[in-house]
């Protein structure tokens, strides 16, 4: 059973920096892809980035060139290194894995962190 905990989440002012970390409980060189989505009050879950076995990453939109996704395969953890917050980047940010077989399809979550960006 993987076990994902989040932490590094806050209060910060609009134009503020602040770092999620994701701690896996089992080696992240395992899985396929790993990723930040969040979810504001009211709306659907989304993806925020992700980052593959291979180290490719890839950002939605609305955070790139503020936000970066990494990992440390010694320390089975990810970062979300988030800059130049903005009001509308409040939410619960989640970290996600996703492991894949031929035939199967196994997919983790964390508890969430809340993160609140003040104007």
């Known amino acids: 059973q993987v076990q994902l905990v989040e932490s590094g989440g806050g209060l910060v002012q609009a134009g503020g920096s602040l770092r999620l970390s994701c701690a896996a409980s089992?080696?992240?060189?395992?899985?396929?892809?790993m990723g930040w989505y969040r979810q504001a009050p009211g709306k659907q879950r989304e993806l925020v980035a992700v980052?593959?076995?291979?180290?490719?990453?890839n950002y939605v939109d609305f955070v790139k060139g503020r936000f970066t996704i990494s990992r440390d395969t010694a320390k089975n953890t990810m970062y979300l290194q988030m800059n130049s917050l903005k009001p509308e980047d409040t939410a619960v940010y989640y970290c996600?894995?996703?492991?894949?077989?031929?035939?199967?399809?196994?997919?983790?979550w964390g508890q969430g962190t809340q993160v609140t960006v003040s104007s």
């Open positions: 996600n894995v996703k492991m894949y077989g031929l035939t199967w399809t196994r997919d983790y």
């Open positions: 980052i593959s076995s291979g180290g490719s990453t």
């Open positions: 089992v080696s992240i060189t395992g899985f396929n892809t």
